[in-house]
C-alpha cells in the first residue's frame, strides 16, 4: 500500500510501484481532469503539481510522490474559480478542451515562480501541445492571469 | 452536460408532432416514426419534447438537443443559438445534451458538398455509379459531423425548432388566458400579454404546450430583427473545460469497467500469426488474452496494467501488401503517374493542353505532399459492452450512425438493442469519422460479456495506426498571354482517393471506381478566369489506408494552386495580389477579401531586411479565406513565422469568437503540417511513433494571429476546415519572397528549411 496526499485528502493505493502517477490518478483514485496525452512527458496533458511543482504525471512514477503534497486540476477549482481559470474563460480559450487541464496546471506553477511573465519567459517554460492551436488566446490569457493575480508591475 | 438515461424514458409526445411525419427540417424520416420521438424517449419527469431538438421542463429550463459532436468547433453553442434565437429563450440559461442517434437529424448539407455522392465539380462523366452514390446518400441519412457543414446543415432546421416551440408555448399561454396567440410576446423566455399585464415563463406552460397543435412552417425572423446570431456568446462547454469536469470519451467510468490495450502489425494492414497468451496470464491484473484480426488484445483491470502486459506478450503478424511499400517510394511512383493515360477530368474549359504545348514559353512545376497524422490530443478509445441482446457504445466519435451499425454488425445483435453515446471527443478532424475503433472495440468486449471494456489507444498506437492524409503530387503548367495574364492553365493531380478509401471500409464488397470530388477540392473550382483550363486527377491504389484530414483535397489543393498563381505572377512580373485581383473580375466576392486583406496586413508596405511575406487565397466549404504570412528568415535558412493575417467571408456569422478561433486553429493546424508533418513508412512500418517525431507547433513558435470578418452577404459558409489550406502556400510564397527559393513540397525540411 502506499499512501498519497492528493488535493489534501489521503489515499492508499495497492498498485506496482512504477506505475505512473497519471494511471492511478486517473484509474484508481478516480481523478478524470487530468489527461493522458502522449505517455512520454512530450505534451504536458497530465501536468499535476507535486509540491507545487508542475510534473508530467505519465512519466512520473507513483513511488516517486509518496510523502508529497499532491494537486491536480480537481484541487484547484473549489467553489472559486482561481486566476488562471477565470482568464481562461474570458479570453475564451478552450477548444477541444483535452490539453488544457495540464495547460491551466503548468501555467499556474509557472506564474506561482514569475509572477509578471515576459514573452519569452512564457515561451520558453509552456511547452505544452495543444492540437486546437489555442497558443494565441493561452498568451493573452497568461497575462490576464497575472493581471488578476495582481502580479504585474506597471 | 445531462447524460442520457434510457431506463427513465417518459412518453409525453408533443401534439402538433404525433402522425405528422416530420415536425420541422427535411423529409428524412420514414412512415409513422414521429420526429421526436428520440428525443421524447429521454425525457425525465416534468419535462417535454416539443420537437425532435427542444425540450422544456416544468421550471422553464430550455435543453437543446445537439445532433453534432462537439470537438472544439463550438457546435453546441452555435446550434443551441439558432434554436434559442426563434424561440426567444433566455440564452444565458439554456442547457445543451448530445442528441441521440436518429433518421431525423441526419447531415443533409455534408450529403450535398462533402462525400462522394455529390457531383458538384465533376464535369465530364455521368456513371450510374456516380447516380447510385448520390441516391444512396440520400437514402442512408448518416448524422456526421464534418465537412465543416453543421451551422450549413442546421440554419433552417433548428431555427425552425425553436419558432415551433415557441409558437407551441405561445398557443398553450394564449388557450389558458383566453386571448389571441397574436397578442402574446416573448423575450428572454418570458411571454407577456400587454393587454392583460399576464405573464409566465416558460415552464408554466411547457406540459400544456406539448398537446398544442401548430404550423409546421413557422415564419422565421429576419436577419435584422436578430438579438442573439451575430452576437459574441461565451462558449457553454468552456466552464466545464477550465475546472477539469469536461467529460471526453477516455473519461467513461461504468461499473464493472475493465482495461483493454492491444498490440497491431507493425506493418500496415497486416494480420496477426501467432500469440503467446501463457507468458502475460500471471501478470498484475490480467482477465483476458484476446486476438482479433490485426492484432491482440490485453484485458486488465486498469490500464496501465493492460499495456504492461500487452507490450511483454508474444506475438507474431502475417505482413501483407503494404510490407512492399515506402513513403520515398510511393511519392516516385505518384510522380511517375503524373504521365498516366488514365485521368479523370473534372474542370474543362477550351483546350489548355493544346495551348500549353504549342506555346513557346510555359510555366512548368511539380509540387508533393506527404502522408499526415491527424493526432487528436485525445488519444483513440471506444468503451463497449456487449449482453446476449445488445451492445451499448460510449465513444468519442463523428459519426454515430455509421459507429451504431457496425457495433450491431460486430456484436450480431439486433437494431433496436444498439445504444450510441457520443461524450465530448478530444479534438477530431476527420478521424474520428472512422470504425476501425468500434470494431476493434466490439469485438474484445464480445469476449467480456456483460462488462464493459475501454479500449485505449496509446499514441504510439494512434500515430502508427493512423488512417493518413494521403501523400499527394501535382503537375501545373501555364502560359501568359500579351496582357500579362494567364491564357491556359492544367492542373494533373495525383493521389489515392479518400472517398474510395473510406468505401471500401464501409463496404469492402463494393468495387466501386467513381469519382471523388474531395480529390479536386480547391484545383477544380478555383475562382480565377483563364481562357483555357484543365483539371484533371490520377487515382492511385495502394494498400494504406487514407482518410479525410481536416480541409481534405483543399489541405494540398490550395498548397498546389495557390503556390502556383505566385510563380505566374512572378513570370509575369506582377504584385501577387494584383495579378490575382486581375483574374478576379468577375468574382467580386473573391477581389473584396483580398483586398480588405492587403489592406488589413499592409501589403504595399515594404518589411525590413530580413522578413518577408506572402500571400493565398482560397475558398473551401463555402467559405472565402486569404491569408498573408509573415516571416523572418536568415541565410542558414532557419525561418520565424511572425504573425498571420487572415480575412474570412463566410457569410452569416453565428457566433464571431467562433468564426475567430476556428480560424486560429486551422491555420496552427495547417502551419504545424507545413512546418513539420511528415508520415514516413519504411516496409509498411510507420517510423514516426509519438510527439517527439511527430512535431507540433507550440506556444513558442506559434505566431500572432489576426482575423477580420468580411461578410459579403453570400450564403452561409463553413468554419472549421477553411482556417487550413491557405496559410502553406502562403507561407511558400513568403518564403520565395524572402529567400528567391521556390518551395515545392512540404514539410519545409524537404528544402533544408528550419522552423
Known sequence: ML??????????????????LLWVLRDTIGLKGTKFGCGVAACGACTVHVDGEAVRSCSYPVSGAVGT???????????????????????????????????IMAVSAFLAENSNPSDEDIADSITNICRCGTYPRIKRAIKRAAALQGGVQE | MTKLNLTRRKFIVGGALVGGGLAVGYGFLRDGDPANAALTATTMEGEVALNAWVKVDKDGLVTVAIPRSEMGQGVYTALAMLVAEEMDANFSELVVEQAPVADVYANIAVMKDAL??????????????????????????????????????????????????????????????????????????????????????????????????????????????????????PRLDIPSKVDGTAEFGVDI????????????????????????????????????????????????????????????????????????????????????????????????????????????????????????????????NCTAMVTDTGVEIWMPNQVPTLIKWFAEKIADVPAENVIVHTPLLGGGFGRRLEI??????????????????????????????????????????????????ISAWAN????????????????????????????????????????????????????????????????????????????????????????????????????????????????????????????????????????????????????????VYCVIDCGAVVNPDTVKAQMESGIVFGLTAALYGEIEIEDGVVLNSNFPDYEMIRLANCPEIEVHLAPSGRLLGGVGEPGTPPIAAALANAIFAGTGERLRELPISRAGFIA
Request: charged residues 20%.
Open chain 1, 3 to 20: 499512501r498519497l496526499d492528493i488535493n489534501s485528502e489521503l489515499h492508499e493505493v495497492d498498485v506496482e510501484e512504477d506505475t505512473p
Open chain 2, 253 to 380: 467510468e461504468l461499473d464493472g469497467m475493465v482495461h483493454a490495450a492491444v498490440k497491431l502489425s507493425p506493418v500496415l494492414g497486416g494480420t496477426l500469426a501467432s500469440h503467446d497468451a501463457s507468458a502475460v496470464k500471471d501478470m498484475p491484473g490480467v482477465l483476458k488474452v484476446v486476438p482479433f484480426e490485426s492484432g491482440v488484445a490485453v484485458i486488465a483491470d486498469s490500464f496501465w496494467r493492460a499495456k504492461t502486459a500487452v507490450e511483454a506478450l508474444p506475438a507474431t503478424f502475417n505482413d501483407g501488401p503494404a510490407k512492399e511499400f515506402s513513403s520515398g517510394g510511393i511519392l516516385t511512383l505518384l510522380e511517375e503517374n503524373l504521365e498516366s493515360e488514365d485521368s479523370r477530368i473534372y474542370a474543362e474549359t477550351g483546350d489548355a493542353r493544346a495551348a500549353i504545348d504549342e506555346a513557346q514559353s510555359a510555366v512548368k512545376a511539380v509540387y508533393k505532399v506527404p502522408f499526415l497524422a491527424h493526432a487528436c490530443m485525445e488519444p483513440m
Open chain 2, 436 to 485: 476501425d475503433l468500434v470494431i476493434m472495440a466490439v469485438a474484445i468486449a464480445k469476449e467480456m460479456k456483460n462488462r464493459p471494456v475501454k479500449l485505449l489507444w496509446t499514441r504510439e498506437n494512434d500515430i502508427q495506426h493512423d488512417i493518413f492524409r494521403p501523400a499527394a503530387v501535382s503537375r501545373l503548367e501555364g502560359t501568359l498571354g500579351s496582357d500579362g495574364r
Open chain 2, 492 to 643: 494533373r493531380i495525383v493521389s489515392q482517393s479518400v472517398s474510395g478509401s473510406y468505401t471500401a471500409r464501409l463496404l469492402p464488397w463494393a468495387t466501386m471506381d467513381v469519382p471523388d470530388n474531395t480529390t479536386s477540392e480547391g484545383a477544380a473550382d478555383i475562382p480565377y478566369e483563364f481562357t483555357s483550363r484543365l483539371v484533371d486527377h490520377v487515382p492511385v491504389k495502394l494498400p494504406i489506408e487514407v482518410g479525410f484530414w481536416r480541409s481534405v483535397g483543399h489541405s494540398y489543393n490550395a498548397f498546389f494552386t495557390e503556390s502556383f498563381m505566385d510563380e505566374m505572377a512572378y513570370a509575369a512580373r506582377a504584385d501577387p495580389v494584383d495579378f490575382r485581383l486581375a483574374h478576379l473580375e468577375n468574382h467580386p466576392d473573391f477581389a473584396n477579401v483580398l483586398k480588405q486583406l492587403a489592406k488589413v496586413s499592409n501589403w504595399s508596405t515594404p518589411l525590413d531586411q530580413g522578413r518577408a511575406r506572402g500571400v493565398a487565397l482560397h475558398e473551401s466549404f463555402s467559405s472565402i479565406v486569404g491569408q498573408v504570412v509573415e516571416i523572418t528568415v536568415n541565410g542558414d535558412k532557419e525561418i520565424t513565422v511572425d504573425k
Open chain 1, 69 to 103: 503534497k499532491i494537486t491536480t486540476i480537481e484541487g484547484i477549482s473549489g467553489e472559486m474559480l482561481n486566476p488562471v481559470q477565470l482568464a481562461w474563460i474570458q479570453e475564451q480559450v478552450p477548444q477541444c478542451g483535452y490539453c488544457q487541464s495540464g495547460m
Open chain 2, 116 to 233: 462522394p455522392f455529390s457531383d458538384k465539380h465533376h464535369e465530364g462523366e455521368d456513371t450510374i455509379g456516380a447516380w447510385g452514390m448520390a441516391k444512396l446518400g440520400q437514402f442512408l441519412g448518416v448524422q456526421v459531423t464534418g465537412g465543416s457543414s453543421s451551422v450549413r446543415d442546421a440554419w433552417l432546421p433548428m431555427r425552425q425548432a425553436g419558432a415551433t416551440a415557441k409558437a407551441m408555448l405561445v398557443a398553450a399561454a394564449a388557450r389558458t388566458w383566453d386571448v389571441p396567440p397574436a397578442e402574446i410576446s416573448v423575450t428572454n423566455g418570458v411571454l407577456s400579454h400587454g393587454g392583460s399585464g399576464m405573464s409566465g415563463g416558460f415552464g408554466d406552460f411547457a406540459i400544456l404546450a406539448a398537446s398544442e397543435t401548430v404550423s409546421l412552417d413557422p415564419v422565421l425572423k429576419k436577419s435584422s430583427e436578430f438579438t442573439l446570431i451575430g452576437t459574441p456568446q
